[in-house]
C-alpha cells in the first residue's frame, strides 16, 4: 500500500492550490528534494541556501525564516504521525497570477511542503553499482536557466520514459552539442587519473546539493583535485570510474553505460578506490548534518 505524503500549503497542513498558480501555469517556480533522516534534514543548510540563491535570480521573493518555520512544522506533525525517513520535497512558485507571461505587481508565493515516508535503510559505505542508459532525449541550452532547479522538468520526463521499471538505474543526457551535462536525477563525476571532474553548467542542467558538496568539502578534504570542464561522451570512456549522485541516495557507483541503440556500444568501468572514499566520507554527514556556518550565504539569506 503506498502511504500517502504529508502535505503543507504556506503553513497550512493539507492547504489548498489556487487555480490561478504560476508554478501550474507556466512552471514558475523552484524546488528541492531533501533527504530525512531520524527527522532531520541532513544537508539543509546547503538547500536553503540554494533555494535562496535561485529565487534571486528569479526575482520571487524568498522569506527564509518563513520558509525555515513551515519546514520545521511540518516536520513536528511527520514526528507526531511516526515518520522519521524519507523524503522532504520543498516547491516555491512565484504564486497566483493573472492570465499572461507578465509578472504580477504583488507577488505573494506559494510554498507548497511535502514529506514522504519511506522504510529507513542503513547508510552504507559501499556505493550502489549500477547500469545506466544513454538517453536519446537531448537537453536545449538556456544559460538563463542554467543550474537551477526549476519546474521546467518535460526534458527530463521524456528522457526518463525511455526506459521501463528498473531496466536502469539512471539515464545520462547529452545537450544538443552532444555534450555531457547530467543524468535524469543526479549529476555525474568522472576518475581520471585521481582527479575528479564533473561537466561545468554554464549552459544548462541542475547544479545539485550532492555535487556542492562533493565539491566544496568531500573532495578537498579527502585532499582530491576536483574541477568542473566541458565533458563529452569520449572523455568519459576513457575515465577510470564514473559516479552520480544526488541528496536523496548519496553516491552511486556507474558500472556500465548502455549506448547500443544509438550506435555507441556499451562503456564499463569499476567501482574505484575514490568512488568508495566519497561514499565512505558521506556516511557520517547523513547522521551529523553539514555545519549550518559552512553554507549559510549572507548575500543571498
Known amino acids: ?5 504529508l502535505v503543507s500549503i504556506n503553513g497550512r497542513i493539507d492547504g489548498a492550490l489556487s487555480p490561478f498558480e504560476r508554478g501550474l501555469a507556466y512552471g514558475d517556480g523552484l524546488f528541492e528534494t531533501c533527504r530525512l533522516r531520524a527527522g532531520q534534514v541532513p544537508l539543509w543548510p ?15 521573493p524568498c522569506d527564509t525564516v518563513w520558509v525555515q518555520a ?14 522519521s525517513d524519507g523524503t522532504v520535497k520543498i516547491i516555491l512558485t512565484r504564486g497566483p497570477g493573472g492570465r499572461g507571461y507578465r509578472l504580477p505587481e504583488q507577488v505573494e508565493p ?10 529507513p535503510g542503513a547508510e552504507s559505505a559501499e556505493p550502489e553499482a549500477i547500469t545506466t542508459y544513454l538517453c536519446h532525449q537531448r537537453l536545449s541550452v538556456s544559460p538563463a536557466l542554467a543550474g537551477l532547479k526549476h519546474l521546467n522538468r518535460l526534458e527530463h520526463v521524456l528522457a526518463r520514459a525511455e526506459w521501463e521499471g528498473n531496466a536502469y538505474g539512471e539515464g545520462l543526457l547529452l545537450d544538443l552539442d552532444e555534450r555531457l551535462v547530467e543524468a535524469t536525477v543526479s549529476n555525474v563525476f568522472a576518475v581520471r587519473a585521481g582527479r575528479l571532474v564533473t561537466p561545468v553548467l554554464d549552459r544548462n542542467g541542475v547544479a545539485g546539493v550532492m555535487r556542492e558538496l562533493i565539491l566544496t568539502r568531500l573532495a578537498p578534504e579527502l585532499q582530491l583535485p576536483v574541477s568542473e570542464a566541458p565533458l563529452r561522451l569520449e572523455a568519459l570512456a576513457q575515465a577510470d570510474e564514473v559516479l552520480v549522485c544526488n541528496s536523496s541516495y548519496g553516491i552511486k557507483a556507474v558500472v556500465a553505460l ?9 562503456y564499463h568501468w569499476p567501482v574505484g578506490p575514490v568512488t568508495r572514499a566519497l561514499a565512505q566520507a ?18 543571498a539569506l
Open 1 to 5: 500500500m503506498t502511504i500517502q505524503p
Open 46 to 60: 546547503l538547500h536553503r541556501s540554494r533555494l535562496a540563491r535561485a529565487c534571486e535570480r528569479l526575482k520571487i
Open 70 to 83: 513551515c519546514v520545521d512544522a511540518l516536520l513536528v506533525q511527520a514526528a507526531t504521525s511516526g515518520v
Open 110 to 119: 506559494t510554498l507548497c511542503i511535502l514529506v514522504y515516508p519511506t522504510t
Open 258 to 266: 548502455d549506448a547500443d541503440d544509438q550506435g555507441l556500444g556499451r
Open 282 to 299: 558521506l556516511v557520517p554527514l547523513w547522521a551529523q548534518g553539514v555545519p549550518e556556518a559552512d553554507y549559510l550565504a549572507p548575500s
